[in-house]
DNA sequence: GCATTACCCTGAAAGC
DNA sequence: TGCTTTCAGGGTAATG
């Protein structure tokens, strides 16, 4: 499931070939995207065919497609692929945009489970990049006092802090020992430090690492990432903790999976 | 403001 | 072996 390192994987891909290439048409399979909402295909088209692809950018887990028309925003849902390939290649199943480039290739958006998005204009209401110079030990603990949630719940808030999904926040619960159903206003002082150091290290050993792919993940080749040899606890349970030998731990909240050694995470 | 739940979808895995 | 059922996951929205 792509989170922020696996996006930033695919956007630095696509910087190194989209950028200069023109955009000579559009096909879409016409199912509808995420939440079954229909797929804006005029106004991708408008910002795209006839023009030409320039910066990539990334917001979250948003790609940005810059052309000189306008951005068109991505979102890989679950399972969304952005690939780039030769053109005339056979079509996987659930393709759903190809975008036919001036140079031959093809730009294709590939999304069997359909959770994915692709509209048109920046997203609004991103929380902040974590990644970003404004995300201090200042900044994440005036987040974290004002709130009585269970501090997992709150790094997943998209509208909180932008990228981080299941994966990496329990692995930087993990490496800064902190039990995912804390409260977050008790989590303060030294451990506000070691929880966004452990942010940015999960977040940059997965970009140093090419993505995490547990299932569907690949980057804008079609290769697998590494990050997933080097996981602490995501995906672990009944396995040792890799500081201290207890059992891994699977607990679901809210709904989502949460692996934790609960032997180094005390409440 | 926050928790909970349902929904969207497919394919892999588990169950029979 | 082959069929059926269950489950995973992020974001959104409705409800409490």
Redesign the pocket.
């Known amino acids: 499931?792509p989170e922020l390192p696996e996006v930033e994987t695919i956007r630095r891909d696509l910087a190194k070939r989209l950028p200069g290439a023109r955009v000579e048409a559009l096909w879409t399979s016409g199912f509808?995207l995420?939440?079954?909402r229909p797929l804006d295909v005029a106004g991708i088209r408008k910002v795209t065919v006839g023009g030409q692809f320039q910066a990539l950018d990334r917001m979250g887990?948003h790609l940005l497609l810059r052309t000189d028309r306008g951005t068109v925003v991505v979102?890989l849902?679950?399972?969304g692929h952005l690939l780039v390939v030769p053109g005339g290649e056979v079509r996987a199943?659930?393709t759903h945009l190809i975008w036919t480039l001036g140079d031959g290739r093809e730009l294709r958006y590939v999304d069997?489970?359909?959770?994915g998005m692709v509209s048109v204009g920046d997203p609004a209401g991103s929380g902040i990049e974590p990644l970003g110079p404004g995300f201090d030990d200042a900044r994440l603990a005036a987040m974290l006092e004002?709130?009585?949630?269970?501090i997992k719940?709150l790094l997943?808030d998209?509208s909180k802090i932008a990228g981080l999904?299941?994966?990496y926040v329990c692995e930087a619960l993990f490496l800064a020992q902190i039990h995912p159903s804390a409260q977050s206003l008790r989590v303060t002082g030294p451990r506000v430090t070691a929880l966004r150091q452990a942010i940015v290290d999960v977040l940059k050993a997965g970009i140093r690492n090419r993505g995490t792919t547990l299932?569907d993940y690949t980057d804008a080749s079609g290769r697998k990432g590494k990050n997933q040899y080097t996981l602490h606890v995501y995906g672990r349970q009944g396995e040792p903790c890799t500081r201290c030998g207890a059992v891994v731990k699977r607990q679901v909240d809210?709904?989502?999976?949460t692996f934790l050694c609960v032997r180094c995470q005390r409440r």
Do not use: T, V
Not at 254 to 257: F, T
């Open positions: 499931m509808p995420r939440m079954n887990k979102h849902g679950m399972s199943p659930h069997p489970r359909r959770f004002g709130s009585r949630r269970a719940a997943l998209q999904g299941n994966i299932r809210q709904g989502r999976s």
